[in-house]
């Protein structure tokens, strides 16, 4: 079964006997899977393609839960509750695990509008808070100087790069506990990319991140734990610097050294 | 035998000619066709143009037989009717493609958005029976009159570019990538919200395209309006009274018109009607909406 | 109240308005269906189909005139119509494809498919009745072909541009005329789509009443000679419905079911024939 290794930290997020059919399907798209999250760590979810790494990645914040007929077994552990209950609360679980996605998804609004967003939805009004908050935001993610001369022009004319880290700032803004990283730099140039990787790492003092990457290299370098999942199930679990160097599981050595996938 | 390594024989390159030659004439012709459709109803405005000058649209007196012609009850029950049928449509149609797009239930999707497109495929007459035997004793009994009114016309009017509308709306409103949706569902977001804040001024442009296109269509309707509007030239207030429209006008009298003044007048009225269709549908198009290309 | 909590609410009452929108569409779609079923079928019988049309307050009045005469109107059109359609269409996307002229051919044809047809109707009466002397089968063919031909066009050149480009390469890599490419290769991969946009081009025409009002007028008999005035479907619906006499309304409304089933028919038919296309 799957080699998982004992995290040193606390988990944030405890995944347990976890398992996800998609709507209209027989077999689960995750299998029975079972493993920590780590606090204040980035934890980089690997693996060839449908081999279910952003399908459980958005069991997290129960994005699929906006398509009917989906089905989740067994229980995300989350601040000492499942949040796969139907009675959770997916506003304000969302507001605490955020995502940022494949591609910049800017908002059509100003730049100031989309880092204000996610607050004003829970209704802060004040123009100085809010002013603050998107000056933080947009100083975390590392952009503030390049747009703090234009907070009122349209998101949507910033370069690929850019906006992406203006996702990040959007999703920061609400001060999250999680953040969920969707191949965040699939769609950006080198230069871009290594920017956000950059952010990446220094946001993890703050939030408990996690990124599914399928690039390997990407996950060796900035991730702590890394999890490497095959066709729905999770095969090892291991800290990033010994997995690349010493994978105990034959799949795993397999997938690293490009066999396949 | 051709030999295809020498090239092709000279039939297939005349026939090669002929079908390009051929379906590009064909092509072209429309806009032949929309270019004579113009100067025809001009040519045979041309008498009332002269005789009448701007007195046409301005004058409300509509007697063929004291030669009188003013088009303007006919222009007004034209504006009414269609302002009244969007007042209706508008708000209904927005309604029935948020459901469409974002609510209804995978299974409900396809029969409920089919059945609404089936509606648009009902023709205008239908409608015109159904509201003339069933809608107008509603309208008589509710607010007075004979039922035959400008009331009627204009709910008739709304149920029947209501398919339509919803219908591109929609389309307009599914344009909207699914992760920009998400992400705005990822910061918390409910349904309405997404709607509000990233649907609409999304697909804005479509969305208004989209409304100003079925408003087009409204004001060249004949035949769901004819049955129960009346065909009365007055002009009114009182939303009970019968009323006329253009294409109304043009439907009842066009085989009556006895004079040659009467003849051109009717003309003169649809080369306005086309006129006036083919401006707000050009305005929606160029505006508003992309050539949605199929496939792209 | 937090603020959450109102957006809440008003998210659950857009929700529920809008499902009551779809509610009242569809409930317009059953009311108008519901009383063509109705009536219709209480008027079908065997007459209408056997017998002509005739005076009010006839025994055996039928619907023989005006269905055959739609037919031949109708018929007239396609045969005509959906040719020059397709050829056009295929222009379009074989040989003008992004071109200034072609991109000007597809504006026009698209703002002629919203466009009034009741004015198409008086066009053809300036131009052909008018010369003519008189109202013809003919005349209400040719207004109801100027309607279809913008929609067989569209949907041609629309299908044509799904058929892969790699598929005509192939075809010219072995040396086919261009000619041959397009109607052995590139008709048969759209031959799907195509026939669905002849299909709702012909429902779209068979449904129309204003263009024929003044170009095939309306004849109360079988008459079969397109140079005459013939009936129709659509505007005999709109007479006998809008006469006082009550065996003519009835009628009206047998004729009202025939068409709507025959148009509903064609369209389902039509999507059928597209959903089958996608599922390959």
New interface residues.
Partial sequence: MATIINIKEESVLDVKDFQFTYAGNDAPSVNKTTMPIAKNSITALIGPSGCGKTTLLRCFNRMHDLYPDNRYDGEILFKGRNILQAKEDLINLRIQIGMIFQKPTAFPMSIFDNIAYGMRLQGMKNKTELQDRVEKALKDAAIWKEVKDRLKADANGLSGGQQQRLCIARAIAVEPEVLLFDEPTSALDPISTAGIEELVVELKDRVSIIIVTHNMQQAARVSDYTGFMYLGDLIELGKTEDMFVTPKEKLTEEYITGKFG | MAN?LNG?DNL??I??K???H???F??????L??A??FT??L??SMESITALGFDFVTETKWAPNLEKFGALPAIYGSVVSTFLAMILAV??????A???S?????KLKTP?G??????A??????????G???FVPIVRDLVGGIGISMLTAGIVLS?MI??FM?AVTRDAMDTT?D???????????????V?K??II??AKAGIIGSLI?AL??A?????AV??VMGNVHQISMDLTLPATSI?VT??NE??EASSGLYYSS??QL?LL??VI??TI??IA??YFLR?K???? | MTHTTKRIIMNNIVMTLSTISAVIGMGFLFWILGILVINGVDALTWTIFSQEGAPPGYENSGLKHALIGQLLIVGAATVVGVPLGILAGTYLSEYGQKAKLAETIRDISDIMMSAPSIVIGAFVYAVVVAPMGHFSGWAGSIALTIIMLPIILRTTDDMLNLVPSTLREAAFALGAPKYKVIIQVVYRGAKAGILTGILLGVARVAGETAPLLFTSFNDNFLNTDMNEPMASLTVTMYNYATSPYEDWQKLGWAAAFILSMFILTLNILGKLFLLKKKGR
């Fill in positions: 295809i092709r297939s390159i026939l090669d002929i079908f390009a051929t379906s590009k064909i092509a072209v012709s429309i806009l066709l929309v004579w459709i025809v109803l040519q045979h708000p209904l149609a927005i309604g029935v948020i459901y469409l974002e609510l209804a239930p995978a409920v089919v059945s609404i497109e089936l509606l495929a009902i023709p205008s007459v239908v409608y015109g029976m159904w003339l035997f069933y149920i209501l398919p919803a990538p992760i920009l949706k998400e992400s705005a569902y990822a910061l918390g977001g409910t349904r309405w919200d709607i804040d990233i001024p999304y296109l087009g269509r004001i060249g309707e004949t035949m004819t049955f294409p043009l439907a066009f085989t009717l003309f649809s009607l086309l269709s083919f549908i050009s198009k160029f050539r290309r199929v496939g792209l």
